[in-house]
């Protein structure tokens, strides 16, 4: 579409700040002219002495005041039009100084550039505030852009992983016919599992920071329960003892995402815990118009350093064999932030003294 060039700002603002000037200054003469000229005598006084042969105080009639007034008036008003014009764009360039800050900051933030700031000082004004909020803005897209990059970066190699590990098996099965077919089609399963796995979650994290979703009246209780149920022979062999307590916890959304969230929690929670004879407890109740999910779990203490960064994609916050059958692409926490964050909700992930992990979701509750 064709946009037709306009005038600048700093034009406009210099044309309206000269006219003022000038209407103010026909406004000033034309109340000098009511209030003042209009009293004056039409007739010259010198006449109407020798007229009336009286005596009077002599001095100008209208129209001598008005030959020697227009030229002054006249010049006045140019006056004022050109120190308009000349005052005006000095004024406006000075208070539209910061605007074209902010201008090139967007420009260079466009070609690429996210580190650019423009850290305007002084007094806080209407740009002020305008500055901040832009340089915050950046910030985090700048933070929003590195995660993308390392999200990618990580998948990438985790997805090459397993198929590298599939081409080396069948590298291996083609260089020797011998080798047990048995054996290899066991290994190839596995590997392709883990692929769809984490190919799923992969696409679950990026349905969940889309928010394109249905909403619908969910209770957290009931995912809860649900929750445990799947994941308690997990649970059992595992020697945990997995319990779920508390109330009814109504919120809206996506069961199915919230379903997804529960079970990363709980399984996160069942899976790094100890060898023997840990817990997991999951804890739902309702606070006036917010939704709590609590799942807390015994395990080994986690340096309070490492906590922030367990949401973010590919972190893990235990090593672990990576043969275990439930070892995970370190996806489980990110999909339970992505997830509770497109429901408007926060996550809080806080250590315990004596080891493990509390993870409290809150979530704004159901729609009336």
Same mark, same amino acid.
């Given at each position: ?44 006084? *010198?006449?109407?002495?020798? /007229?009336? +042969? ?7 009639? *209208? ?20 120190? +308009? ?7 406006? %360039? ?24 423009? +850290? ?8 002020? &505030? ?21 999200? =990618? =970066?990580? =998948? ?24 047990? *077919? ?32 249905? /909403? &619908? ?7 809860? &329960?649900?929750?445990? &149920? ?16 508390? +109330? ?16 990363? !929690? ?21 606070? %006036? ?20 960064? !367990? ?58």
């Amino acid at each position: 579409m064709n946009r037709r060039p306009g005038h600048s700002a700093r034009l406009k603002l210099t044309l309206s700040y000269a006219g003022f000037l000038f209407v103010a200054g026909t406004l000033l003469l034309a109340v000098m002219w009511v209030f003042v000229l209009r009293w004056l005598p039409t007739n010259d006084p *010198r006449a109407l002495q020798e /007229r009336y +042969g009286a005596v009077i105080v002599v001095g100008p009639d *209208r129209s001598e005041l008005l030959r020697g007034f227009a030229p002054a008036a006249g010049t006045a008003l140019g006056f004022l039009l050109v120190f +308009g014009l000349l005052g005006g764009w000095l004024l406006a %360039g000075r208070m539209l100084a910061p605007l074209t800050r902010i201008t090139d900051a967007a420009r260079t933030a466009g070609s690429g550039s996210l580190s650019h700031r423009i +850290g305007m000082k002084g007094r806080q004004d209407e740009f002020r &505030e305008l500055s901040d909020t832009f340089d915050s803005m950046l910030e985090r897209l700048e933070s929003h852009v590195a995660e993308q990059q390392r999200f =990618a =970066a990580n =998948a990438s190699h985790e997805l090459r992983t397993p198929l590298a590990i599939s081409r080396t098996l069948l590298d291996v099965a083609r260089k020797d016919p011998t080798r047990d *077919r048995g054996e290899l089609v066991e290994r190839l399963y596995a590997v392709n599992a883990r692929a769809i796995d984490l190919t799923e979650a992969l696409l679950l994290l990026s349905r969940g920071d889309r928010g394109d979703f249905t /909403r &619908e009246r969910v209770d957290l209780s009931l995912l809860a &329960e649900e929750a445990a &149920e799947t994941l308690l022979p997990l649970a059992e062999r595992r020697r945990i003892t997995l319990d779920v307590t508390g +109330g009814a916890a109504g919120t809206s959304g996506s069961a199915e995402l919230l379903l997804r969230m529960v079970t990363n !929690l709980v399984q996160n929670a069942v899976v790094h815990n100890l060898p023997d004879g840990g817990t997991v407890t999951v804890h739902t109740e309702a606070y %006036g118009a917010t939704s709590v999910l609590r799942v807390e779990n015994t395990g080994p203490q986690l340096p309070p350093e490492l906590v922030p960064t !367990l949401t973010e994609p590919f972190q893990r916050g235990t090593e672990r064999v990576r043969t275990d059958e439930h070892a995970g692409a370190g996806l489980g926490l990110a999909i339970v932030h992505s997830i509770v964050r497109a429901h408007e909700g926060t996550l809080d992930l806080v250590p315990r003294p004596d080891g493990g992990l509390r993870v409290t979701v809150r979530l704004p509750g159901p729609l009336p």
